[in-house]
Nanobody
Framework: QPVESGGGLVQAGGSLRLSCAAS????????AAWYRQLPGKEREFVAV???????RYSDSVKGRFTISRDRVKNTVYLQMDNLTPEDTAVYYC???????????WGQGTQVTVSS
């Protein structure tokens, strides 16, 4: 199971970095993604390592968030800069199981941005 960490409380304009660790024997580093669920809303896409090494971001975070990965640690990161209260959400990591391609979600980590 992927494990997220790094959430917390930050003031508007601040930064946080989320981490998503997973067993290298089970989960691929490719296809890793971040999603978030805002209060009262459905889970929404944030960023992904798409096929061919391409990176995609949602329009709402483009230019402020950066997804990266450490292949040695099999860990995916989400650097979040210039945070706003509208970024307050539970952030989820999604990883792909090697072989089956089945998607697995982490337990989520709360990010709260105060104004």
């Amino acid at each position: 199971q992927p494990v997220e960490s790094g959430g917390g409380l930050v003031q508007a304009g601040g930064s946080l970095r989320l981490s998503c660790a997973a067993s290298e024997r089970v989960f691929s580093i490719n296809g890793a993604a971040w999603y978030r669920q805002l209060p009262g809303k459905e889970r929404e896409f944030v960023a992904v390592f798409a096929s061919g090494g391409n990176i995609r971001y949602s329009d709402s975070v483009k230019g402020r968030f950066t997804i990266s990965r450490d292949r040695v640690k099999n860990t995916v990161y989400l650097q979040m800069d210039n945070l706003t209260p509208e970024d307050t959400a539970v952030y989820y990591c999604r990883r792909v199981r090697i072989g089956s391609g089945e998607l697995f979600w982490g337990q989520g980590t709360q990010v709260t941005v105060s104004s």
